[in-house]
């Protein structure tokens, strides 16, 4: 699929990764749909990409009813759904048994519902909608790129809520893209390592700089433009279907 012009939903799109990509897309005279629930930071995103590029939609991606009418009011705005992808996510972090006694479910819950149910929800919203455009040459009607990531295999200690709900996104990438195959729909999936986002600006520079250190190389943080380049590739190379694929400079999670 051409990158250039394409018509995409971003969630968690007006701020880290998902913003990397928004303005990717945007630079290639995309057109998007931002799904998020920052107000803040969408009229930011919008204001950066432009709005007759990037449009703000409130979404709750747990919330089934509302992403169906936003998927919908997104095809509206944009004409077509070309590619959909899921970076909206929680860290939920916390021991299983902690100092004050056992993880509350309502926490680990809440982490599965954002990281695994979330990125479900909008999957298959999009799906629907795209399984009605015309196919390109090789049949193929759309993208959906979800992200889970490294903590998925490795999971450190007080990951566990994490670690199962973005393993659970490596785990449904495969049988979904088998599935959509039917449809000219391709389903891939990025694990990033350790990458700067606002999430990481807010930690001690000391503590970031030991992150950065623990990657083998090269030995820094990963860049949202580097996720969103391997997003364009993604899209762009159709023989990327119900692939997980690591972005990671090698690192492998110690366990804490």
């Known amino acids: 699929m051409e990158i250039n012009g394409i018509k995409a ?13 928004a303005r990717r897309f945007a ?43 936003n998927v919908e009011a997104a095809a509206e705005f944009l004409g077509r759904i ?35 149910v979330g990125s479900f929800n909008v999957a298959k919203a999009a799906a629907e909608r ?18 889970a ?6 999971g450190q200690i007080g990951q566990a809520a994490y670690s199962a709900s973005k393993a659970g996104v490596v785990g449904m990438t495969l049988p979904m893209a088998r599935e959509f195959t039917r449809f000219g729909i391709r389903v891939n999936t990025i694990a990033p390592g350790v990458f700067y986002t606002p ?13 950065a250190d623990s990657v083998p190389f090269p030995r820094r943080l990963g860049r949202p433009e580097e996720f969103a380049a391997l997003a364009v590739q993604l899209i ?21």
């Open 130 to 147: 795209m399984q009605r455009n015309d196919p390109n040459a090789d049949g193929e009607r759309g993208v959906i790129i979800n992200t």
């Open 27 to 69: 630079e290639s005279g995309g057109r998007l749909a931002l799904f998020d629930v920052n107000e803040d930071a969408a009229s930011r995103a919008v204001e950066q990409l432009g709005a007759e590029r990037a449009k703000f939609f409130r979404t709750d991606v747990t919330d089934e009813t509302q992403v169906v009418e």
């Open 236 to 256: 762009e190379n159709a023989y990327f279907n119900g692939a997980a694929i690591r972005l990671d400079g090698a690192i492998r999670l110690e366990p804490t």
């Open 199 to 211: 999430m990481v600006d807010t930690m001690p520079e000391e503590i970031q700089q030991a992150l």
């Open 9 to 21: 939903i971003v969630t968690g799109g007006v701020s880290g990764l998902g913003l990397a990509v």
């Open 149 to 154: 990531s490294v903590a998925a295999w490795e």
């Open 82 to 116: 070309d590619a959909a992808i899921n970076c909206a996510g929680i860290l939920g972090a916390g021991r299983v048994l902690g100092r004050n006694g056992p993880m509350p479910l309502d926490r680990f819950q809440s982490t599965v519902m954002v990281n695994l």
